[in-house]
């Protein structure tokens, strides 16, 4: 029954790294930049929960949807102050901006919060279920992430194959240029997809810190790399491969917590990624593209 | 391999001067697919040491295919490329270079952001040889060989009148100036076949001209080989010996220009089929 | 007298730069000038100065974005430590000791970077960036990891604890899993750093100019074209990262001798960022705008100290300031439209008392 155990804390922790892998996926697909300011506004979205429940008393429902209003505004407005005066640059430009916008955030938070963890109730009410007379346990927590991440998942699928702005998106992520010409406003899309991005990471920076509860301007950091990786894992810039690569992800973590070693668990994540990358040098689900000569 | 006989190479076309000496290049039931589409298929050629081949064919016939198979930038599915006498399976582009085969691009190339000098000298990258450790240590060997090798570079931009511009940025050259500088820098890597893709896209005429008194000079000064891909029907008929066209992946004809001239099936492709016939 | 080449000459004003830099500043320090802050910071500068040229060869001449370059400075850290306390008592003199644990980093460190090397360099972009985070990662997991001890016998070595090794009289745990090394004598001394500097300065200029070092540079421009003229792209770029790691290890093995006690996660992933960040705002490939850039990055916080709370904060400002002004057309605009507007102003009540012409119609 361990191994069942373990395989829902897996796939609990992999559908928080999924959340935010598609945030990851989402801007790189598009704007093609790494955003590594993406797992500070998971931190973000923690505080702010944080704060509607503890010093306002608002219902955890309120305080997610407080998260994500803010995490919205915030990422579309770093997508213009800070990215925006930078398209056309290097990549590398943007990537250190992105680093300069990580460390403001963090840096902000801890001007604000103060390097002290908070420790964050949990917005999840449910009582653990007890199955298998006892041996099963899954808690609250597992269950609402895992069906939130298949709700996302399903959502974004829907909407960016339905609707007129994911249409824009995909045209905007496979060629710029075309796509400005067919009259998609590139700025636009863009920050939607950055407003989407953002209220996905406030999602799961509540679900992290639910189930993770202690909160500090560093909280995002990890989580961060490791859904950045999770994305790399699935192939960047694919929606379903940032899922597959986010759960594979959290549940490779737990399974090598459990079995192998937690001191070396981060070890065998990163090692798993790079014989995967090794194996199939674009991710699991990720295009190859052939240079033309 | 299919049990096809293949095609007796057709020297006729090579030059007299090539008669016993053993073929630069050769290629047999050459062929390869990308996911099913046969881009060049059972593609037979046979070149003479010091003839100027040529390639012609519409657009999208797979000319430039057959160079990125020379090269094995892709791996051919099919058939074998004999190259001095050797069999080219399974080495790398990088090494196939050293076995003799140079080339330009269709789309130049260069390095941008080095200087002219520099773009030659890494052709000459294997004419040099110290080692790392003599490079950092600064031994007298590295100091000769480098001297050596920036006369010799400086020598292969001569051919063009270039030495003015070695210390200019190979990107900011004008674009004439940068395909004459490819071609530069794969003499520099001493080919024994040199591939030209379109070397005269985008020239005027008084520029094509003078370009193919170049070859011309290149050829007899090195004794090379060498096979050029171009869409400008005077240059070709005026500068090779041996020409083959190409058609939906495949040789449809071979000859000399007279003889591709007056081949009802090169008409055929270039113009058309006329109705009724 | 024989004309000196260009680069020949930025090469030697760069040395110049590095000594001039190192005399006034020890000049200062002999004085009293310098705050114990400061001077506490000579050290890091000159790793960080190296970290960058050496990355630089990485990112800029070779063009691949690393982000695991912590990860090499940490494996020289750690056997430097090693090595020094191997040799403790020795009888040897601190600087043989430092120069030896040094070199003993730089080797480690570079076999390190070969090993790594081989199987993410025939990877590209970003997937490769990923794959460097990744190993620097793994070795700051395992290094967390890592017990060494050393007595008479020798040195003894475990994953799992220290408690095991049963050491003879006078053995002692080097480095402690997560808590890293401790007690290792401080060796470091900002003339070594200097030496540092110049070291990697004539290994990455020295590779620059030679063929090793076009080839390497060719790559970086165009692949396949590199490829056609003989070029083997992957032992280019192989060479350029196992040099990189071999300088990192130094960089390290000189940083951990300069304090008492120094752990793995010090060498993390945001170690490697700010390294990279040198490198960016140096400009790529500029070998003196590394220097530069890691020398006053590095000192800024402490001149921040008098914003105490907020300077990480200004820090971070500065950054983006600073790669929006140097990489965007539209901001470059605006600072120029601004500037003239004031200029213009300015001039303008001088213009109407000239007769110039605004003033003409009043």
Redesign the interface.
């Known amino acids: 029954m361990s191994v069942l155990n373990n395989l829902i804390g897996g796939l609990s922790l992999g559908s928080v790294y999924a959340i935010i892998a598609l945030g990851y996926t989402m801007v790189y697909g598009i704007a093609k930049m790494l955003n590594f300011a993406h797992g500070d506004v998971i931190m973000i979205g923690g505080y702010m929960c944080f704060c509607a429940m503890q010093y306002l008393g608002l219902p955890p429902v309120v305080g997610i949807l407080i998260a994500m209003v803010v995490c919205t505004v915030l990422g579309v407005l770093i997508e213009s102050l800070a990215y925006r005066p930078l398209r056309g640059a290097p990549s590398l430009a943007v990537l250190i901006t992105a680093i300069g916008v990580s460390y403001y955030l963090q840096n902000a938070a801890l001007l604000i919060w103060s390097s002290n963890p908070k420790s964050f109730t949990s917005v999840v009410a449910l009582e653990p279920i007890q199955l298998a007379a006892g041996r099963l346990t899954v808690t609250g927590e597992a269950i609402v992430t895992i069906i939130a991440a298949v709700v996302i998942m399903t959502a974004l699928t829907i909407f960016t194959s339905r609707t007129k702005m994911g249409k824009a998106m995909r045209a905007v992520s496979e060629d710029r240029g075309a796509a400005q010409l067919m009259g998609i406003n590139i700025n636009r899309t863009i920050s939607m997809t950055f407003a989407i991005g953002a209220a996905l990471a406030a999602i799961a920076g509540v679900l992290y810190c639910s189930a993770y509860p202690t909160l500090s301007p560093t909280t995002g950091s990890l989580p961060g790399i490791k859904a950045f990786t999770a994305a790399v894992f699935g192939g960047i810039g694919s929606i379903p491969g940032a899922m597959l690569g986010g759960i594979l992800l959290g549940i490779i973590e737990i399974f090598s917590n459990a079995y192998i070693s937690t001191q070396l668990s981060d070890a065998i994540v990163f090692a798993v990624l790079i014989i995967v990358l090794l194996i199939k040098p674009t991710g699991l689900l990720g295009k190859k593209i052939r240079e033309k000569v | 391999m299919n049990g096809k006989m293949v095609n007796a190479p057709s020297r006729g076309i090579i030059p007299e001067r090539d008669a016993d000496k053993s073929l630069a290049l050769e290629t047999i039931h050459l062929g390869i697919s990308f996911g099913g589409l046969k881009a060049v298929d059972d593609f037979n050629l046979t070149l003479g040491r010091t003839e100027i081949g040529g390639l012609i064919g519409p657009n999208g016939a797979g000319k430039?295919t057959v160079f990125?198979l020379l090269?094995n930038?892709y791996a051919p599915t099919e058939g074998t490329i004999i190259v001095d006498g050797k069999d080219t399976r399974g080495l790398?582009?990088?090494?196939v270079?050293?076995l003799g085969i140079?080339?330009t691009?269709q789309n130049i190339?260069?390095?941008?952001?080095?200087s002219v000098m520099?773009?030659v000298?890494?052709?000459?990258?294997?004419e040099?040889d110290?080692g790392?450790p003599k490079?950092?240590l600064?031994l007298p060997g590295?100091y000769k060989?480098?001297r050596i090798?920036k006369k010799r570079a400086m020598e292969y931009l001569s051919l063009f009148n270039m030495q003015d511009m070695a210390?200019h940025k190979a990107g900011s050259l004008p674009y004439g100036a940068q395909r004459r500088l490819e071609i530069v820098?794969?003499l520099?890597?001493n080919p024994t076949i040199l591939l030209l893709d379109e070397p005269a896209a985008g020239m005027n005429p008084s520029e094509t001209a003078e370009l193919m008194e170049n070859i011309r000079k290149i050829r007899d000064t090195f004794q090379i080989c060498i096979f050029l891909i171009e869409h400008d029907m005077s240059f070709v008929m005026g500068l090779c010996e041996g020409i083959a066209v190409m058609n939906f992946g495949r040789i449809i004809a071979k000859g000399t220009p007279e003889e591709i001239k007056s081949n009802p099936q090169v008409i055929e492709a270039y113009l058309g089929r006329e109705k009724g016939k | 007298m024989k004309k000196l080449s260009k680069n020949t000459v930025y090469n030697l004003s760069t040395y110049g730069i590095v000594i001039v830099a190192y005399l006034i500043v020890q000049g200062i320090v002999l004085a009293g000038g310098l705050s114990n802050q400061i001077r506490g910071q000579l050290v890091p500068i000159c790793v960080y100065i190296s970290l960058a040229i050496s990355l630089n060869l990485v990112s800029g001449v070779s063009g691949e974005l690393s982000l695991g370059h912590a990860g090499f400075m940490s494996v020289g850290a750690f056997s430097g430590v090693i090595v020094a306390a191997a040799l403790r008592d020795s009888g040897m003199g601190g600087v043989p000791i430092l120069i030896i644990s040094m070199i003993v980093g730089g080797v480690i460190s570079g076999i390190a970077g070969l090993i790594i090397g081989i199987p993410v360099l025939r990877l590209r972009g970003d997937y490769l960036a990923i794959v460097t985070l990744a190993f620097g990662e793994i070795i700051k997991n395992i290094i967390n990891n890592l017990y060494v001890a050393v007595d008479a016998r020798g040195l003894h070595f475990s994953m799992t604890s220290a408690d095991g090794f049963n050491l003879s009289e006078g053995g002692r745990v080097v480095i402690n899993g997560p808590m890293g090394a401790t007690g290792i004598t401080k060796l470091a001394s900002f003339t070594m750093g200097v030496v540092l500097i110049i070291f990697t300065l004539f290994v990455v200029l020295g590779t620059i100019n030679s063929r090793h070092g076009r080839a390497i540079m060719a790559a970086r421009d165009n692949r396949i074209a590199a490829d056609s003229v003989g070029i083997s792209v992957t032992r280019c770029k192989l060479l350029a990262f196992t040099v990189a790691a071999v300088l990192a290890g130094m960089a390290g093995a000189l940083y951990a001798m300069n304090y008492s006690t120094v752990a793995a996660k010090k060498f993390d992933f945001n170690t490697s960022i700010l390294i990279l960040v040198f490198v960016v705002l140096g400009g790529m490939g500029n070998i003196r705008g590394s220097i530069i850039a890691a020398a006053i990055l590095t000192l800024l916080p402490e001149l921040l100290r008098s914003v105490a709370d907020y300077r990480m904060l200004v820090y971070a400002i500065v950054l983006i300031l600073v790669m929006l002004a140097r990489n965007s057309t539209v901001l470059k605009n605006y600072i120029n439209n601004v500037v003239n507007g004031i200029v213009s102003r300015i001039k303008a009540p001088f213009s109407g008392r000239n007769g110039g012409k605004g003033g003409a119609s009043e």
Request: net charge positive; proline share 0%; glycine share 2%.
């Open positions: 430039t990125n090269t930038v790398k582009t990088f090494q270079n050293r140079a080339r691009f190339r260069l390095f941008n952001n080095m520099d773009n000298l890494v052709g000459l990258h294997h040099m110290y790392f490079a950092l600064r590295f060989s480098e090798a210390e820098r794969a520099a890597t």
